[in-house]
């Protein structure tokens, strides 16, 4: 048994295996009830959000008893995206709200991460307190009598609060005579996410907009933006929006089918929030995973580039910390702080469309804004995960790669936080360089990791 639970984005890993099983997913109920009620008005109320994974039935139903039974009221909102259950969670004044999500990992996976009555993912802290519960290392709380079990309600209109609270966001901005193709993944967008862009006047192709509880995510969303390109030439449209399982990361493809880097993208809304004085501290947060090329476009145009660890936690933090306004990852994370606690992809469309209503310019237009060094990323499985400087060969060949790279190039190696798999990035001006130094990488950590 575990004696970690908590991952860089809550408790994750393969439904109906330990720890994503009905019987953890009760103790959580049960721990969080515990962590984070506390006096005042709703301070009893957890809304409980998921994706359109088979196994969210498992969860939700699991959790919601638990929740229960410590003398929660549990509102349950159904497939909806992570952004929309934090948001709604602040907008209602609830204790928590929790996402049954493994984002954009395959159906087979499951997870579970919580935000608190701010909107905002958990401290450290107060994780490892609701562990400290789940796994029995706290004082077991008595049965509550019968009269002071909590209650489980379905709100009905939790779409309709975050459709209407996502257009105001970006000023209801009109998208009439633009063609857009939308793909859902096949996820927690895929009701939503087509009726926004349509009530604002776009026409919309579909595609990922029929989950049946195991195809989230397989061949399309924003692992596969390709077809949502695909799309895009078929019908001549405007640009594709393809979100992951749960909607907090976006991948746009231009007018030529063609994917546009998320360092591009958050390139081209750090240049136009500045122009709009809305870049607070004149600062784009990204993290070390974001191409060389970012940074220099970005101090051409007077922006300075604030780096954090990977995830969008880590980006996250880093905002509030210094009283950023905007920040994100390549990955398709994009944080508007001035209106959202965490990514929302949804929203960031939204923006994004604003941008280009605005300058009366396609997608790649805007997109120009940098030039980026060819790059390649390497996720290879591992079986485990021991440190990168007990490995002699790897640690030797990472400082051979520093010499050699200079100024020229950079590579970075790291376990995922969410997956069984080790990440080798390499990223130099000369692409013959990123595929000598990749296949070098993965010939060692194979030999040393396995």
Known sequence: ????????????????????????????????????????????????????????????????????????????????????????????????????????????????????????????????????????????????????IGKAHRIEDARGRYIEFSKQTADNVPLHGLKVVVDCGHGAAYFIAPLIFKELGAEVIVTGCQPDGININDGCGALHPEAAGDLVRRYNADLGISFDGDADRVIFTDSNGQVVSGDRILGMCAISLKEQGKLRHDTLVATVMSNLGLKQAMAQHGIRVETTAVGDRSVIECIRKYGYSFGGENSGHLIFADHATTGDGILSALQVLRMMHARNATLAQLAAVMQEYPTQLANMPVTTKPPLGSLPKLKKL????????????????????????????????????VRLWISKFAAVVREEIG
């Open 398 to 433: 990472m400082s051979q790669a520093s010499e050699a790279f200079g100024d020229d190039g950079r590579h970075l190696i790291r376990y995922s936080g969410t997956e069984s798999k080790i990440r080798v990035l390499v990223e130099h001006k000369d692409v013959e360089q």
């Open 1 to 148: 048994m575990k004696t970690k639970l908590f991952g860089t984005d809550g408790i994750r890993g393969r439904a109906n295996e330990y720890p994503i099983t009905a019987e953890v997913a009760l103790l959580m109920g049960k721990a969080v009830a515990r962590v984070l009620r506390s006096s005042g008005p709703n301070r009893n109320r957890v809304l409980v959000g998921k994706d359109t994974r088979i196994s969210g039935y498992m969860l939700e139903t699991a959790l919601t008893s638990g929740l229960v039974s410590m003398g929660m009221d549990v509102f349950m909102v159904g497939p909806l995206p992570t952004p929309a259950v934090a948001h709604l969670t602040k907008s209602m004044g609830a204790a928590a709200g929790i996402m049954l999500t493994a984002s954009h990992n395959p159906y087979e996976d499951n997870g579970m991460k919580i935000f608190g009555p701010d909107g905002y993912k958990l401290s450290d802290e107060l994780e490892t307190l609701i562990e400290r519960h789940i796994l029995g290392q706290e004082p077991e709380a008595a049965p509550l009598p019968p009269r002071q």
